[in-house]
């Protein structure tokens, strides 16, 4: 993560968390097909390489997803946050969505030129939780990673400060929000 952004992003980091506690009574689903369906019609996930290359060609932010077959609240953000209409047509238009199963050892994955496995990629992108969120600038790197379930009506708003930059103009998220989601990006207050 550069530097610059290190303040803004970590009390983004923090009003996420802050926001998003373990509550909810939902039960685990079993992983069925229908969980595949949910998960592939969740935004058009695509496998890292191909969706970092369409996003150098499209000139788009990039959201991975880190998730594991296992993790009870990552198939809750598939179920409540991912298919959510609203947050499924923002990513569609704004950013590419990459999912990774963060304990694969079987594929290679490319970032920055080195080959590497989706565990190796997950430990580049300091993520320790299940389901993390990974945020992309337009250069491929790594603005911040959010851990944990992140209901789509916090998740809505971190996707318009991302698109927006926000974080390079030194505002954190709890500044964004208090802006009703306003951030300035010519630079001048």
């Known amino acids: 993560m550069k530097k610059a952004y290190a303040l803004p992003v970590a009390a ?9 506690g373990g509550k909810g009574g939902s039960k ?35 959201v991975i997803d ?3 077959s296992w993790c009870h609240w990552c198939k809750v953000m598939d179920r409540e946050t991912f298919s959510n209409p609203e947050v499924k ?10 999912r990774i199963d963060a304990e694969s050892m079987k594929e290679k994955v490319s970032y920055k030129g080195e080959e590497m496995t ?9 993520v320790k939780g299940f389901p993390s969120l990974a945020y992309l600038d337009r250069d491929g790197e790594l603005v911040t990673v959010i851990p944990g379930f992140v209901p789509a009506k916090t ?20 500044e964004f929000m208090k802006k ?6 010519t630079g001048t207050i």
């Open 28 to 62: 685990e689903p079993s992983k069925t097909s229908a969980d595949a369906s949910a998960r592939e019609g969740a935004g058009m996930w695509l496998p890292f390489n191909e969706g970092m290359a369409l996003a150098a060609k499209e000139n788009k932010h990039v």
């Open 12 to 20: 983004l980091c923090v009003a996420i968390a802050m926001g998003c």
């Open 118 to 126: 989706p565990v190796a990629l997950a430990r580049t992108f300091g």
């Open 180 to 185: 009703k989601g306003e951030c300035d990006t």
């Open 155 to 174: 998740f809505l708003p971190l996707l318009r400060y991302m698109q927006n930059e926000c974080y390079k103009q030194q505002m954190t998220f709890e």
């Open 89 to 98: 047509k923002y990513l569609a238009e704004n950013f590419v969505t990459i």
């Open 66 to 68: 880190f998730y594991t």
